[in-house]
Protein backbone atom coordinates (compact mmCIF):
# COMPACT_ATOMS: atom_id res chain seq x y z
CA UNK A 1 0.00 0.00 0.00
CA UNK A 2 3.19 2.55 1.10
CA UNK A 3 4.76 1.75 -2.69
CA UNK A 4 1.22 2.38 -4.24
CA UNK A 5 1.23 5.57 -2.32
CA UNK A 6 4.91 6.28 -3.02
CA UNK A 7 4.43 5.82 -6.83
CA UNK A 8 1.34 8.31 -6.95
CA UNK A 9 3.47 10.93 -5.70
CA UNK A 10 5.99 10.28 -7.95
CA UNK A 11 4.30 10.59 -10.61
CA UNK A 12 2.22 13.81 -10.16
CA UNK A 13 5.51 15.53 -9.06
CA UNK A 14 7.12 14.70 -12.43
CA UNK A 15 3.92 15.49 -14.05
CA UNK A 16 4.30 18.30 -12.40
CA UNK A 17 8.00 18.87 -13.34
CA UNK A 18 7.18 18.86 -16.93
CA UNK A 19 4.71 21.30 -16.94
CA UNK A 20 6.83 24.11 -15.37
CA UNK A 21 9.69 22.88 -18.11
CA UNK A 22 7.68 23.39 -20.61
CA UNK A 23 5.84 26.47 -19.46
CA UNK A 24 9.83 27.91 -18.91
CA UNK A 25 10.95 26.53 -22.03
CA UNK A 26 8.40 26.65 -25.16
CA UNK A 27 9.36 23.72 -27.91
CA UNK A 28 11.58 25.81 -30.38
CA UNK A 29 9.61 24.92 -33.49
CA UNK A 30 5.69 25.78 -34.32
CA UNK A 31 3.77 26.00 -37.20
CA UNK A 32 2.12 29.38 -38.09
CA UNK A 33 -0.30 30.57 -41.24
CA UNK A 34 1.26 32.47 -43.95
CA UNK A 35 -0.64 35.24 -43.20
CA UNK A 36 0.34 36.13 -40.18
CA UNK A 37 3.94 37.05 -41.78
CA UNK A 38 2.09 38.72 -44.60
CA UNK A 39 1.95 35.92 -47.07
CA UNK A 40 -0.91 36.12 -49.36
CA UNK A 41 -1.59 34.94 -52.81
CA UNK A 42 1.87 33.25 -54.65
CA UNK A 43 2.95 35.01 -58.14
CA UNK A 44 5.38 34.04 -60.73
CA UNK A 45 7.87 37.46 -61.15
CA UNK A 46 10.34 37.74 -64.69
CA UNK A 47 13.29 39.86 -64.46
CA UNK A 48 15.28 40.53 -67.24
CA UNK A 49 18.98 42.32 -66.14
CA UNK A 50 22.56 42.51 -67.35
CA UNK A 51 25.74 41.36 -65.18
CA UNK A 52 28.79 43.36 -65.66
CA UNK A 53 31.69 41.19 -64.87
CA UNK A 54 35.22 43.10 -65.04
CA UNK A 55 38.53 41.72 -63.92
CA UNK A 56 40.86 43.97 -64.89
CA UNK A 57 41.45 47.88 -65.28
CA UNK A 58 40.39 50.91 -63.76
CA UNK A 59 36.85 49.82 -63.25
CA UNK A 60 37.87 46.11 -61.68
CA UNK A 61 34.45 44.41 -59.77
CA UNK A 62 36.04 41.09 -59.58
CA UNK A 63 38.65 40.16 -57.88
CA UNK A 64 41.02 36.93 -56.91
CA UNK A 65 41.28 36.12 -53.20
CA UNK A 66 42.58 32.49 -53.81
CA UNK A 67 43.85 30.12 -55.41
CA UNK A 68 45.11 25.96 -55.29
CA UNK A 69 48.71 24.75 -55.62
CA UNK A 70 47.49 23.33 -59.00
CA UNK A 71 45.76 26.46 -60.18
CA UNK A 72 48.52 27.80 -62.60
CA UNK A 73 49.16 24.15 -64.18
CA UNK A 74 45.26 23.62 -64.06
CA UNK A 75 43.30 24.15 -68.09
CA UNK A 76 40.58 24.82 -66.22
CA UNK A 77 42.42 27.44 -63.37
CA UNK A 78 40.88 24.78 -60.81
CA UNK A 79 40.64 26.18 -57.43
CA UNK A 80 40.83 29.93 -58.31
CA UNK A 81 38.59 31.61 -56.47
CA UNK A 82 37.25 35.12 -56.86
CA UNK A 83 34.70 37.92 -54.98
CA UNK A 84 32.66 40.02 -57.27
CA UNK A 85 30.70 43.39 -56.42
CA UNK A 86 29.10 43.40 -59.83
CA UNK A 87 27.18 45.96 -61.19
CA UNK A 88 23.27 45.24 -63.00
CA UNK A 89 21.81 47.36 -65.91
CA UNK A 90 18.73 47.06 -67.35
CA UNK A 91 20.84 47.13 -70.97
CA UNK A 92 23.76 45.60 -72.07
CA UNK A 93 25.71 49.22 -72.33
CA UNK A 94 28.04 50.16 -69.12
CA UNK A 95 26.36 53.50 -68.99
CA UNK A 96 22.98 52.00 -68.74
CA UNK A 97 20.90 52.27 -65.66
CA UNK A 98 21.78 50.59 -62.75
CA UNK A 99 19.42 48.65 -60.60
CA UNK A 100 20.83 46.47 -59.09
CA UNK A 101 24.70 44.22 -58.03
CA UNK A 102 25.43 40.98 -57.72
CA UNK A 103 27.90 40.50 -54.75
CA UNK A 104 29.55 36.86 -53.88
CA UNK A 105 31.96 34.62 -55.20
CA UNK A 106 32.58 32.54 -57.92
CA UNK A 107 35.06 30.07 -58.37
CA UNK A 108 36.10 27.31 -60.96
CA UNK A 109 35.36 23.86 -59.78
CA UNK A 110 35.62 21.65 -63.06
CA UNK A 111 39.12 19.67 -63.99
CA UNK A 112 37.51 18.61 -67.16
CA UNK A 113 35.92 21.95 -68.95
CA UNK A 114 35.53 25.51 -67.46
CA UNK A 115 32.39 25.05 -64.75
CA UNK A 116 32.23 28.01 -61.98
CA UNK A 117 30.57 27.30 -58.87
CA UNK A 118 28.34 30.57 -58.43
CA UNK A 119 27.25 31.72 -55.04
CA UNK A 120 25.89 35.68 -55.08
CA UNK A 121 23.77 37.59 -53.87
CA UNK A 122 21.44 39.79 -55.90
CA UNK A 123 20.82 42.97 -54.55
CA UNK A 124 18.33 45.29 -55.81
CA UNK A 125 18.36 49.38 -55.75
CA UNK A 126 15.60 50.50 -57.94
CA UNK A 127 11.93 50.68 -58.25
CA UNK A 128 9.62 48.52 -55.86
CA UNK A 129 12.65 45.71 -54.74
CA UNK A 130 14.88 48.59 -53.76
CA UNK A 131 16.50 47.07 -51.05
CA UNK A 132 15.13 43.55 -51.65
CA UNK A 133 17.97 40.64 -52.40
CA UNK A 134 17.77 37.30 -54.16
CA UNK A 135 20.31 34.31 -53.86
CA UNK A 136 21.82 32.61 -56.75
CA UNK A 137 23.84 28.84 -56.21
CA UNK A 138 24.49 26.87 -59.13
CA UNK A 139 26.99 25.84 -61.79
CA UNK A 140 27.43 28.13 -64.24
CA UNK A 141 29.05 26.44 -67.76
CA UNK A 142 30.35 29.63 -68.99
CA UNK A 143 31.06 28.16 -72.51
CA UNK A 144 27.38 26.91 -73.24
CA UNK A 145 24.86 29.33 -74.73
CA UNK A 146 22.58 29.07 -71.99
CA UNK A 147 23.64 28.09 -67.92
CA UNK A 148 20.69 27.54 -66.19
CA UNK A 149 21.07 28.14 -62.28
CA UNK A 150 18.27 28.09 -59.19
CA UNK A 151 17.70 30.40 -57.19
CA UNK A 152 17.75 29.12 -53.20
CA UNK A 153 16.18 32.02 -51.19
CA UNK A 154 15.98 35.80 -50.88
CA UNK A 155 15.08 39.16 -48.68
CA UNK A 156 12.28 41.74 -48.33
CA UNK A 157 9.71 41.59 -51.26
CA UNK A 158 11.80 38.44 -52.20
CA UNK A 159 11.18 36.17 -49.26
CA UNK A 160 10.81 32.84 -49.55
CA UNK A 161 12.51 32.96 -53.27
CA UNK A 162 13.03 30.04 -55.38
CA UNK A 163 12.89 29.22 -59.34
CA UNK A 164 15.91 29.58 -61.66
CA UNK A 165 17.87 32.07 -63.64
CA UNK A 166 18.88 31.61 -67.48
CA UNK A 167 22.42 33.37 -68.26
CA UNK A 168 23.43 33.87 -71.72
CA UNK A 169 26.90 35.74 -72.57
CA UNK A 170 26.57 38.88 -74.50
CA UNK A 171 30.09 39.95 -74.84
CA UNK A 172 33.09 38.55 -74.06
CA UNK A 173 36.10 40.02 -73.56
CA UNK A 174 39.59 39.61 -71.97
CA UNK A 175 39.08 42.06 -69.00
CA UNK A 176 34.88 41.79 -68.91
CA UNK A 177 31.69 39.45 -69.58
CA UNK A 178 28.81 41.19 -69.98
CA UNK A 179 25.46 38.44 -69.41
CA UNK A 180 22.36 38.55 -70.21
CA UNK A 181 20.08 37.31 -67.03
CA UNK A 182 16.00 35.70 -67.32
CA UNK A 183 15.38 35.52 -63.54
CA UNK A 184 11.72 33.46 -63.01
CA UNK A 185 11.00 33.39 -58.68
CA UNK A 186 7.56 32.32 -57.64
CA UNK A 187 7.42 33.99 -54.43
CA UNK A 188 4.50 35.14 -52.59
CA UNK A 189 2.68 38.54 -52.58
CA UNK A 190 3.96 40.26 -49.25
CA UNK A 191 2.35 43.11 -47.63
CA UNK A 192 4.02 45.92 -46.66
CA UNK A 193 3.66 49.04 -44.96
CA UNK A 194 4.62 51.37 -48.07
CA UNK A 195 1.92 53.44 -49.04
CA UNK A 196 3.27 54.01 -52.51
CA UNK A 197 4.30 51.80 -54.98
CA UNK A 198 7.27 53.42 -57.93
CA UNK A 199 6.19 53.15 -61.54
CA UNK A 200 6.56 49.79 -63.34
CA UNK A 201 10.02 49.51 -64.56
CA UNK A 202 11.01 47.22 -67.53
CA UNK A 203 13.34 44.81 -65.87
CA UNK A 204 10.69 42.55 -63.98
CA UNK A 205 7.38 41.34 -65.06
CA UNK A 206 4.85 39.48 -63.13
CA UNK A 207 3.58 36.08 -65.57
CA UNK A 208 1.26 32.78 -65.75
CA UNK A 209 3.15 30.12 -63.80
CA UNK A 210 1.58 28.24 -67.38
CA UNK A 211 3.98 30.32 -69.27
CA UNK A 212 7.30 28.01 -68.15
CA UNK A 213 5.20 25.06 -68.16
CA UNK A 214 4.45 24.25 -64.99
CA UNK A 215 1.61 22.44 -63.87
CA UNK A 216 1.19 19.75 -61.09
CA UNK A 217 3.93 19.49 -58.49
CA UNK A 218 5.58 15.85 -58.19
CA UNK A 219 8.17 14.60 -55.47
CA UNK A 220 11.32 12.90 -56.83
CA UNK A 221 13.89 10.83 -54.80
CA UNK A 222 17.64 10.20 -55.96
CA UNK A 223 20.16 7.96 -54.82
CA UNK A 224 23.87 8.23 -55.65
CA UNK A 225 27.43 8.13 -53.97
CA UNK A 226 29.75 10.89 -53.86
CA UNK A 227 33.62 9.92 -53.98
CA UNK A 228 35.78 12.86 -52.23
CA UNK A 229 39.17 11.87 -52.82
CA UNK A 230 41.74 14.38 -51.18
CA UNK A 231 44.76 13.53 -52.37
CA UNK A 232 46.57 11.08 -54.62
CA UNK A 233 46.70 10.83 -58.59
CA UNK A 234 43.39 11.84 -59.35
CA UNK A 235 42.79 13.91 -56.27
CA UNK A 236 39.10 15.82 -56.83
CA UNK A 237 39.12 17.81 -53.63
CA UNK A 238 41.93 20.49 -52.99
CA UNK A 239 42.99 24.02 -50.92
CA UNK A 240 42.53 26.64 -52.26
CA UNK A 241 44.41 28.78 -49.50
CA UNK A 242 47.72 27.89 -48.34
CA UNK A 243 47.77 30.54 -44.90
CA UNK A 244 48.38 28.85 -41.53
CA UNK A 245 44.96 27.67 -40.40
CA UNK A 246 43.96 29.32 -36.80
CA UNK A 247 43.27 27.14 -33.56
CA UNK A 248 39.08 26.44 -33.31
CA UNK A 249 38.00 27.37 -29.71
CA UNK A 250 36.87 24.64 -27.69
CA UNK A 251 33.00 24.53 -27.71
CA UNK A 252 31.34 25.96 -24.69
CA UNK A 253 28.99 23.75 -23.16
CA UNK A 254 25.64 24.47 -23.53
CA UNK A 255 23.25 25.13 -20.31
CA UNK A 256 20.09 24.81 -22.77
CA UNK A 257 19.11 21.22 -23.82
CA UNK A 258 20.57 21.12 -27.63
CA UNK A 259 17.95 20.69 -30.21
CA UNK A 260 20.52 19.73 -33.11
CA UNK A 261 24.23 20.01 -34.16
CA UNK A 262 26.26 21.14 -37.18
CA UNK A 263 29.76 20.54 -37.99
CA UNK A 264 32.64 20.62 -40.67
CA UNK A 265 33.17 17.81 -42.30
CA UNK A 266 35.22 16.13 -45.09
CA UNK A 267 34.23 13.31 -46.88
CA UNK A 268 30.82 11.57 -47.30
CA UNK A 269 30.28 8.43 -48.38
CA UNK A 270 26.59 8.57 -48.99
CA UNK A 271 24.12 10.31 -50.47
CA UNK A 272 20.16 10.70 -50.41
CA UNK A 273 17.82 13.44 -51.59
CA UNK A 274 14.54 13.66 -52.09
CA UNK A 275 12.98 17.47 -53.48
CA UNK A 276 10.07 18.51 -55.23
CA UNK A 277 9.99 19.58 -58.53
CA UNK A 278 7.30 20.47 -60.84
Not at 101 to 110: D, H, L, N, P, V
Not at 175 to 197: D, G, K, Q, R, W
Request: overall charge neutral; hydrophobic content about 40%; aromatic content about 12%.
Amino acid sequence: MASSIFFLLFAVFELFSSTIVTAEHPPFHRTIPPASLGLHQEKLTHLHFYFHDIVSGPNQTAFKVAQASITDKSPTLFGEVLMADDPLTVGPEPESKLIGKAQGIYASASQDGVGLMMVMNIKFLEGKYNGSTMSLLGRNAIFSDVREMPIVGGSGLFRFARGYALAKTHSLTATTAIVEYNVYNPSFLITTTTTTMPKLLTFYRTISPTYLGLRKEKLTHFHFYFHDVVSGPNPSAIIVDSSPRPKLPKTPPHSSEGEGNADRFVGVGFSDFRGRSC
